[in-house]
């Protein structure tokens, strides 16, 4: 189970954290990720974090977004700075079933939260 929070609607430059509350099982056994869909296009990943700590970043967020975790609350984290209106999507945690994550892609990713919407005003 996945559960999203942190979501709203900020300016242009603004910052938002995003939480993933999970199950203790899921977050210490598995990669995790955070993926963004905007109206009429396709999910893409944001970012993925994998059991050792590799962390992937989708090109389009890198030098701004910062996925962690906070182990005691069993908590994915996604920190969103200098955000912009390309940045408007609902945002999705989800997990990916083993400990690597390899490619930043849905279609490999296995168990989804319900999403948090962001947007983005100029």
């Known amino acids: 189970h996945l559960a999203e929070s942190g979501g709203g609607s900020v300016q242009a430059g603004g910052s938002l954290r995003l939480s993933c509350a999970t199950s203790?099982?899921?977050?210490?056994?598995?990669?995790m990720g955070w993926f963004r869909q905007a109206p009429g296009k396709e999910r893409e990943g944001v970012a993925s974090?994998?059991?050792?700590?590799?962390?992937v970043y989708g090109d389009s967020v890198k030098g701004r977004f910062t996925i962690s975790q906070d182990n005691e609350k069993n908590t994915l984290l996604l920190l969103m700075n200098s955000l912009g209106p390309g940045d408007t999507a609902m945002y999705y945690c989800?997990?990916?079933?083993?400990?690597?994550?390899?490619?930043?892609?849905?279609?490999?990713?296995?168990?989804w939260g319900q999403g948090t919407p962001v947007t983005v005003s100029s």
């Open positions: 974090i994998d059991t050792d700590g590799w962390i």
């Open positions: 203790g099982y899921t977050y210490t056994s598995n990669c």
């Open positions: 989800a997990a990916r079933e083993g400990s690597l994550c390899g490619v930043l892609s849905p279609k490999f990713f296995d168990l």
